[in-house]
C-alpha cells in the first residue's frame, strides 16, 4: 500500500500506479486513517502521519527523519 504527498509530480505518481498488484496498490488519498487501519507497518520519511499511525501502537520504520 502506498500513498504520496499530493504535491509529487504527476510522473513520478504514474510510474509507482503502474506496479499496481495484487501485492502493492497505490492509493490516491489524504484519508489516511482507514489506510492506517489496514496497514500492519509504516515506513515513512519525515511526516506528521507517523505520529498517528503510532498512536495504533504499530511498528514503523523511519528514513532520513529526525523524529
Do not use: C
Not at 31 to 38: E, G
Not at 39 to 44: C, D, I
Amino acid at each position: 500500500m502506498l500513498v504520496m504527498h499530493p504535491m509529487m509530480p504527476k510522473h513520478i505518481i504514474e510510474k509507482w500506479k503502474a506496479l499496481n498488484n495484487e501485492n502493492f496498490t497505490y492509493h490516491p488519498t489524504t484519508d489516511l486513517i482507514p489506510l492506517f487501519k489496514k496497514a500492519t507497518l509504516m515506513f515513512a520519511d519525515t511526516t506528521s502521519a507517523i505520529q498517528e499511525f503510532l498512536l495504533q501502537k504499530k511498528t514503523d520504520g523511519h528514513y532520513k527523519s529526525y523524529f
